[in-house]
């Protein structure tokens, strides 16, 4: 088999094997099904709108670089001082690292099982810098943290099982040591999200509304969590807390005792309907993958329909940029297809991986970052 051949195979295999991540993530096996309404947005008093036509921004050109190895399914990646790692989707070798200065591969470590620093169960979305040297991530319900040593091995410094068995959570931010933000089950709470005390196993708050009354006339309640789906990030201060809906052009802040400090709709239609009838003709994927810092978000957007356009390689991203009062910094397109980043303030730069060139890395410069 020629090697243009291999990479056919290689790439229909991934299309098969990231629908099922997407199945496995979207729609966790212990359920969450949210309540929603239909109220209209557009007459809301306390929405900014911010129009800016973030589709329709200029397309800026990133580095390509080949590396050494080629990665299975990249996701998502973090930089730690001097290194880039890699979240790879496999059964071993699942962070590939690399040095950040030349993109070099430097070595490969972690391992399916049920060991202390080995893995079963990664939620890739909770894969993120816990600070310059070390890495958190949840694997079967267990947080666990691992620090980079002076000899390139990863080191297991912290692990703790989620205190809470009885209700679902979901999207879970560190704001500090001990204490996260989440998605918590409607049902429950009555309530968005909840703040949560990991040492003490107590739900500190609760907070946050879905616009006006409940939709539980959905078609069928896994539609309620794919449709409704959000993403999360917090501020590195621990001062604001923000939810971007995937199929809404809509996100809101709040600080840190759970008040809503904003509430912005970046597009003039709502897109309601169309989450709640399931039109999926219509049904636009928003925001995919959101970075945050302590002055900035960074909210990735494929305004696309439909789950293929990831492994489209002239798919085109575009990287919106806001302050944590909710005003555009800046907006831009991607020349790459990149389907997770991660942001580096120091070198004024994000790195990024793609599932569709999985033997390269990318890099795009912000100057004014």
């Known amino acids: 088999m020629d090697l243009h051949a291999k990479n056919a195979l290689a790439l229909k295999y991934l299309r098969i094997m990231f629908k099922k991540v997407l199945t496995n993530y979207l729609i966790p096996v212990w359920g969450l099904f949210i309540m929603f309404s239909c109220e209209s947005i557009d007459n809301r008093e306390d929405v900014t709108y911010n129009l800016m036509s973030l589709n329709n921004r200029e397309t800026i050109t990133g580095q390509r670089i080949s590396i050494d190895i080629d990665l299975f399914r990249p996701t998502y990646i973090v930089s730690l001082q001097n290194h880039l790692v890699v979240f790879d989707n496999v059964d071993n070798d699942i962070f590939k690292v690399f040095s950040i200065s030349d993109m070099k591969y430097l070595f490969s470590w972690g391992k399916k099982g049920d060991g202390p620093s080995e893995f079963s169960l990664i939620d890739p979305k909770t894969f993120v810098k816990h600070n310059n040297n070390s890495f958190e991530v949840i694997d079967n319900l267990k947080i666990k943290r691992f620090r980079l040593s002076k000899d390139n ?5 912290y692990s703790k099982k989620l205190p ?7 999207r879970i931010r560190k704001i500090n040591q001990s204490t996260y933000f989440a998605n918590g089950p409607m049902d429950k709470f009555g309530k968005e999200h909840v703040i949560i005390d990991i040492e003490e196993g107590e739900i ?7 616009f006006g009354e409940d939709i539980s006339s959905y078609p069928n309640p896994s539609y309620r969590y794919i449709n409704l789906g959000k993403e999360t990030a917090v501020s590195e201060n621990g001062e604001f807390f923000g939810t971007f809906y995937n199929y809404l052009p809509i996100f809101k802040i709040y600080n840190s005792e759970g008040k809503l400090i904003n509430t912005i709709q970046y597009e003039r239609k709502s897109y309601l ?9 219509h049904l636009k994927m928003f925001p995919y993958h959101i970075q945050s810092s302590e002055k900035y ?11 293929d356009f990831f492994f489209d ?14 005003d555009l910094i800046d907006s831009f397109k991607l020349d790459q297809p990149i389907t997770g ?11 990024g991986v793609s599932i569709t060139q999985i033997n390269s890395l990318f890099k795009y410069d912000l100057p004014n970052l």
């Not at 091995?153 to 410094?157: A, I, P, S, T």
């Not at 809470?164 to 979901?170: G, S, V």
């Not at 500190?204 to 879905?210: A, E, H």
């Open 204 to 210: 500190k708050s609760s907070f946050g509304n879905y």
């Open 297 to 307: 978000i960074f909210m990735l957007s494929a305004y696309q329909t439909g789950k």
């Open 164 to 170: 809470f068995d009885d209700f679902p959570l979901n």
């Open 273 to 281: 309907e169309d989450v709640k009838s399931n039109n999926k003709k």
């Open 153 to 157: 091995v990863f080191e297991l410094m």
């Open 341 to 351: 980043f991660t942001v580096s303030h120091d070198r004024k730069s994000i790195y």
């Open 313 to 326: 390689e002239n798919f085109n991203p575009v990287l919106s940029i806001w302050n944590w009062q909710g």
